[in-house]
C-alpha cells in the first residue's frame, strides 16, 4: 500500500501536466478570440470600406482558408494523451472490488474490537499512544459506502451505524453527491430488519416529506403502520402477566441486539484482551515473575554477553527475550521479504494443505536460510538462546499486517483430530513458537492467549517464546493464541515454528503432562 501512495502522487502529478496543457490551449484559443472579437467589431462598422484595403481582403482569405482551421486542429486535440496513458499503465496496480471490500470490513472489525463509535473513525481521532497521525475525515459518500457493503452481507447493525452517521454528517451541512432520501432509505430497512418498528416507520415518514411519490417508501408505510396496529391489538388484548413477559422480551431483544452471531465462541475474551482489558495476575503470582540476563546454561556466545530475558507469563511459560534483532537485521528482513508478501495461508486440518482463510487477514512470505546470511544469522541466533534444534524448523516466515490486520484464535500445533497437520513435513509436531516483533504498533496489535488471559504487546526487536507441547508430547491447549487488529500503524512480525525431530537429547520426553 506505501508503493500506491506513490503511483498515486504520480498520477497527481501527471493530472496537474494535463491541467496545464489544456490551461495552455484555453489560453491560446482566448487570445485568437479577443483578437478576432476586435477586429470583427472594426470590420463590420464600415464592410465595404475595411474591404477596399487590399491588405485586410488578403488577410480575411487568409484567416478563413487557413487559420481558422489550425483554431480548428488546436480546439480538436487532445491534451489527455500522457494522462490516460500513464493512468492505464498504473491501473494494474489498483486495488478492486474486493480491496475495497475488504478494507471496509477491516474498518468495522475495528470499530467491534476496540468498542469505537462511527463519530470517533469518521473524525480519524483514534486512540493512538505517543505519535501523532494524519487523517483525513470520511465524508458522507464514504460512511454511505461502509452502510452498503454491511447491507450488502445483511449485516443491519453496521449498516444502521454508517448510514445514521451519513445521515448526521449530511445533517450537520456537508455536502454530499449522496441524497437524503437513499440513506433514509437504507436506514428504516435496516433497522426494520432489527426489529424495531416505530423508528423504521418515523425515518420512511421523513423520506416521504422529501419525496412523497417514492414507491418503496409508500409501500413500507403502509405495512409497518399495518404491523404497527397489529402489535398494538394484541398488546391491548394482554392480561398483565402477558404484557409484562412481553415488555421483559423486547427489553432483552434490546440487549441482544447488535452484531450478527458469531462461529467464534470466545469472541468476547478475544476482543476483551486486545483492548487491554485482560485477567490481571495476583501478586503472588507476579512475585515470582522476574528479568533476568541469560546465558542458556553458560552458552559461549552469552557467558560474556547475555540475553535480557522477562517472564511475561507463568502458565503457559511466555518469556520475553528484548534486543534480539538490530534495526539493520530487520530493515534486511523486510527488503527480502517485500517482493514476495502474498496472503496469509493456514494448514487446513483436513486436506493438510495451505489454503487462505478469513479468520487470518495479512501478508506473508518465507525466507530460506541460504538466500542472505541475515536468515542464516538469525535462525543460529535462535538455536543459541532456545537450546533447540532449528534444522528442523519450518522456515523462517516474516508477515505484515495492515488495516484491520489479525489472525482470530488458534493453535500452532497440531491437535489429535488432525494426524495429518503437518505429515508431509516429516519432523512430527510443532514443539515451540519463537515470534519476533520487527516494528512498534501505535495502537492495537497485541498477541493474546484467550484461555488464560495473558496479553503480550509488540516491541520492536524483542522476541516471544513459549512451548506448544508438554514434555509428553501432548498439547498444551492453554497457548490458544491471537493476533490483534492493528488499531493504528502497521505490524511486522517473522516466526519460526519448531519441530519435534531433532529435540529428543535437547528436551527429554516425560510422561508427566504437568511437568
Keep these: 500500500m506505501t ?26 484559443v482566448k487570445k485568437w478570440a479577443q483578437k478576432l472579437d476586435v477586429l470583427s467589431a472594426t470590420a463590420t462598422q464600415d464592410p465595404e470600406g475595411f474591404l477596399g484595403h487590399p491588405v485586410n481582403a488578403f488577410k480575411l482569405m487568409k484567416r478563413l482558408n487557413t487559420e481558422w482551421g489550425e483554431l480548428e486542429s488546436l480546439v480538436l486535440k487532445d491534451m489527455s494523451d500522457g494522462f490516460i496513458s500513464n493512468l492505464t499503465i498504473q491501473r494494474q496496480y489498483f486495488p478492486n472490488d474486493d480491496d475495497q471490500t475488504g478494507a471496509a470490513k477491516a474498518l468495522m472489525r475495528l470499530q467491534d474490537t476496540y468498542r469505537l463509535d462511527t463519530q470517533t473513525i469518521s473524525t480519524g481521532e483514534l486512540p493512538v499512544r505517543h505519535r501523532m497521525f494524519l487523517c483525513c475525515p470520511m465524508t458522507v459518500e464514504d460512511c454511505f459506502e461502509l452502510g452498503k457493503i454491511a447491507y450488502s452481507d445483511a449485516d443491519y447493525y453496521h449498516t444502521e451505524l454508517w448510514m ?15 441524497d437524503m432520501v437513499t440513506i433514509l432509505d437504507y436506514l428504516s430497512y435496516s433497522i426494520y430488519q432489527q426489529g424495531e418498528l416505530e423508528r423504521a416507520l418515523d425515518y420512511t415518514k421523513r423520506l416521504l416529506k422529501l419525496d412523497s411519490a417514492h414507491q418503496r417508501a409508500n409501500g413500507n408505510l403502509k405495512y409497518f403502520e399495518y404491523q404497527l396496529a397489529k402489535q398494538k391489538k394484541v398488546e391491548a388484548e394482554e392480561g398483565l402477566k402477558e404484557k409484562e413477559k412481553r415488555e421483559r422480551e423486547k427489553r432483552e431483544a434490546s440487549e441482544k441486539k447488535g452484531r450478527p452471531a458469531d462461529y467464534l465462541p470466545e469472541r468476547r475474551k478475544y476482543e476483551q484482551l486486545c483492548r487491554g482489558e485482560g485477567i490481571k495476575m495476583t501478586p503472588r503470582r507476579q512475585s515470582r515473575m522476574f528479568c533476568r540476563y541469560s546465558d542458556n546454561n553458560r552458552h559461549p556466545l552469552y557467558v560474556l554477553g547475555p540475553v535480557k530475558q522477562e517472564d511475561e507469563w507463568d502458565r503457559p511459560r511466555i518469556i520475553r527475550y528484548h534486543d534480539v534483532l538490530s534495526n539493520s537485521e530487520i530493515e534486511k528482513v523486510k527488503e527480502l521479504a517485500k517482493p514476495r508478501l502474498r496472503r496469509a495461508t493456514v494448514h487446513d486440518p483436513q486436506t493438510g494443505k495451505l489454503t487462505t482463510a478469513h479468520y487470518r487477514v495479512s501478508k506473508s512470505a518465507w525466507l530460506t536460510a541460504y538466500e542472505d546470511p541475515v536468515v542464516d544469522k538469525i535462525n543460529q541466533r535462535i538455536e543459541d538462546i532456545t537450546g533447540l534444534n532449528v534444522k528442523t524448523a519450518e522456515e523462517l516466515q516474516v508477515a505484515n499486517y495492515g488495516v484491520g490486520g489479525q489472525y482470530e484464535p488458534h493453535f500452532d500445533f497440531g491437535r489429535k483430530d488432525e494426524p495429518d497437520a503437518f505429515k508431509e513435513l516429516g519432523t512430527g509436531n510443532r514443539i515451540a513458537t519463537w515470534l519476533i516483533y520487527m516494528s512498534d504498533v501505535p495502537s492495537g496489535g497485541a498477541t493474546v492467549f484467550t484461555d488464560v488471559g495473558a496479553a ?32 493504528v500503524g502497521n505490524k511486522w512480525v517473522s516466526n519460526k515454528w519448531i519441530h519435534e525431530r531433532g529435540q529428543e537429547f535437547r528436551r527429554r520426553c516425560t510422561l508427566d503432562e504437568s511437568d
Design 164 to 178: 445514521e452517521q451519513a445521515l448526521k454528517q449530511l445533517d450537520g451541512g456537508e455536502e454530499s453527491t449522496v
Design 3 to 28: 508503493d500506491l501512495l506513490y503511483t498515486e502522487k504520480d498520477l497527481v502529478t501527471s493530472l496537474k501536466d494535463y491541467i496545464r496543457a489544456e490551461e495552455s490551449k484555453l489560453e491560446q
Design 456 to 487: 503480550v504487546w509488540p516491541k520492536k526487536g524483542s522476541a516471544v517464546f513459549w512451548y506448544n507441547l508438554f514434555p509428553s508430547g501432548e498439547g498444551d491447549y492453554s497457548t490458544r493464541h491471537a493476533a490483534c487488529p492493528v488499531l
